[in-house]
């Protein structure tokens, strides 16, 4: 009879099937409790490779297009992770003269002041800033730096 056959083929599938998913279970887990067995060169078990890389790119590009917000960005990006937050801030506030308006430019240069424990006042006029530009994110970003300050930073609702 054919149609045992094909039942037999059917079981033995189902039999592949659930061993392959097995297997795959397996490595998954082996992969997310082992993951610090990463090779040292993976950036995720070193961080500071990308860092690195970031700011070697930004090098270069600051080299050729020293009058452009993007680079000036990249470079106080890159300088901020690696916790240099001094030489960061004169790159982003490089950046701010040349693209007063860029939302990532403004968020990560209040998020700086923040960790440079800097005057309040200074984060909120940034904050407002941003409040203005982008106003459907407005409430995120005031929750956001009310929360990083630890409460020192309070909004007034004035829409």
Do not use: C
């Amino acid at each position: 009879m054919p149609w045992v056959d094909t039942i037999r083929s059917f079981r033995a599938l189902y039999v592949i099937g659930g061993v392959v998913a097995v297997l795959g279970i397996i490595e998954v887990r082996q992969q997310t409790t082992h993951h610090h067995l990463r090779p040292r060169g993976h950036p995720r078990t070193n961080p500071r490779l990308e860092t690195r890389a970031l700011e070697d790119v930004a090098r270069v590009l600051l080299e050729r297009y020293p009058d452009e917000a993007a680079p000036n960005l990249l470079m106080g990006t890159a300088l901020a992770e690696q916790g240099k937050l001094q030489e960061a801030r004169r790159f982003l506030e490089t950046a701010m003269k040349i693209e007063p308006r860029d939302q990532q430019l403004l968020f990560l240069y209040a998020r700086l002041l923040v960790d440079l424990k800097e005057d309040p006042e200074k984060v909120r006029d940034i904050v407002d800033q941003l409040g203005r530009y982008f106003p459907r994110s407005r409430d995120d970003v005031e929750e956001y730096f009310r929360q990083a300050t630890g409460g020192v930073l309070r909004f007034e609702r004035s829409y």
